[in-house]
């Protein structure tokens, strides 16, 4: 009895690493060809899978919230993001490039708000950058992240001060 059950857990176990395996290669692969109906499918996967995320968003390591306003709706939104702060600005990789909602959205308002290692940060002027600019930068950990998404912009934030 226990043998089967201990082969159930590896077979559920082999099936999770490969599918883990085919998502991480095909977001990869989308990321790099640029290719718009792929990118498209990982957009739709990351919109369903966003809610775990922005759980853990923020807290510590390189997963940031961005909270951002609609900028026809109005309507308050949070967008999970690798990001990291250097001094008095925060970068974040844009590995689907600039045509992202919360990108136009932070733009279009010249300000927004990011939890990041802890801390919930008012950023303004946000620019687009080469990631050439920044990478260096960037912690090792996160370099590693964007040389596998081939990111080819950044996007900085100038910190106006830790909120509270």
């Known amino acids: ?61 390189l997963l940031a919230a961005v909270h951002h306003v609609g900028r026809r709706s109005g309507t308050p939104y949070t967008t999970p993001v690798i990001a990291h702060r250097s001094a008095a600005e925060v970068f974040v990789p844009l590995p689907y490039g600039t045509d992202v909602d919360w990108l136009r959205n932070l733009l279009a308002a010249g300000a927004g708000v990011i939890d990041l290692d802890g801390s919930t940060l008012d950023v303004y002027r946000p620019a687009v950058v080469a990631i050439g600019e920044v990478v260096e930068l960037l912690p090792l950990s996160m370099r590693r992240i964007v040389r596998m998404n081939g990111a080819r912009e950044a996007v900085r934030l100038r910190v106006a001060h830790v909120a509270a």
């Open 1 to 61: 009895m226990r043998k089967r059950i201990v082969e159930t857990l590896l077979v559920i176990l082999g099936v999770i690493a490969i599918q883990q395996a085919v998502e991480t290669g095909f977001t990869m692969w989308a990321w790099r060809s640029r290719n718009p109906r792929a990118l498209d499918l990982v957009k739709r996967y990351n919109k369903l899978t966003r809610p775990v995320r922005i759980r853990s968003a923020g807290r510590s390591g």
